[in-house]
Nanobody, 114 residues
Framework: VQLQACGGGLVQPGGSLRLSCVAS????????MGWYRQAPGKQREMVLS???????RSAGSVKGRFTISRDNAKSTVYLQMNSLKPEDTAVYYC?????????WGQGTLVTVSS
């Protein structure tokens, strides 16, 4: 499975971005999908995840600001990011997991700066 993420860019504090990740698989619906991020000098961390049944989990730092959704018909997972802060600056990666299967996208850079 190949994952292609896009939508990153430069945004001012308080702004919004929507990331998309398209998966090259016809069995997208069976995968638990997640967005992770890695800031310079830091470890990769989970941001938000959505299970194959639609349940979501989020990191405390993004609660109330970021939301995750999926469109199984388009094999796409989205990350809507609102009220962005400079500390949200990172490379954002999408992930697809199903039992022992685990795939990563190439990452898309989000920079929050004035």
């Amino acid at each position: 499975v190949q994952l292609q993420a896009c939508g990153g860019g430069l945004v001012q504090p308080g702004g919004s971005l929507r990331l998309s990740c398209v998966a090259s698989t016809s069995t997208f619906s069976i995968y638990d999908m997640g967005w992770y991020r890695q800031a310079p000098g830091k470890q990769r961390e989970m941001v938000l995840s959505i299970s194959s049944s639609g349940g979501t989990r989020s990191a405390g730092s993004v609660k109330g600001r970021f939301t995750i959704s999926r469109d199984n018909a388009k094999s796409t997972v989205y990350l809507q990011m609102n009220s962005l802060k400079p500390e949200d600056t990172a490379v954002y990666y999408c992930n697809a997991a199903h039992f022992s299967l685990n795939y990563w996208g190439q990452g898309t850079l989000v920079t929050v700066s004035s």
